[in-house]
Nanobody, 119 residues
């Protein structure tokens, strides 16, 4: 079983930065891929970024490329999302998720953290 807890959300002005954290527990993560998703009110959940823990390979959604950076700290079992040049369109609840790297389905989810970007 995997437990995921997000933190670091808040209110920031457009152009500002935030760093989200996702603390993971319950098992070793070396065989997992973890990701960030977000969901704005009235919209479908959107993929933001993912990272493979074994080799730190990352991949980003088109809307955040060049502005967001995903990373992980194996020793701390924590994943991060550094968000720069934030826009009001980035306002959403951000969720971290985890899956076996060999699987396509994200089985584990956190409860989310709110990010609000004011114009």
């Amino acid at each position: 079983q995997v437990q995921l807890v997000e933190s670091g959300g808040g209110l920031v002005r457009a152009g500002g930065s935030l760093r989200l954290s996702c603390a993971a527990s319950g098992r070793a993560f070396i065989s997992l891929t973890t990701a960030w998703f977000r969901q704005a009110p009235g919209k479908e959940r959107e993929f933001v970024a993912r990272i493979t823990w074994s080799d730190s390979l990352s991949y980003y959604g088109d809307s955040v490329k060049g502005r967001f950076t995903i990373s992980r700290d194996v020793a701390k079992n924590t994943m991060y999302l550094q968000m720069n040049s934030l826009k009001p369109a980035d306002t959403a609840v951000y969720y971290c998720a985890a899956r076996e790297t060999s699987s396509s389905r994200y089985e584990y989810w956190g409860h989310g953290t709110q990010v609000t970007v004011s114009s």
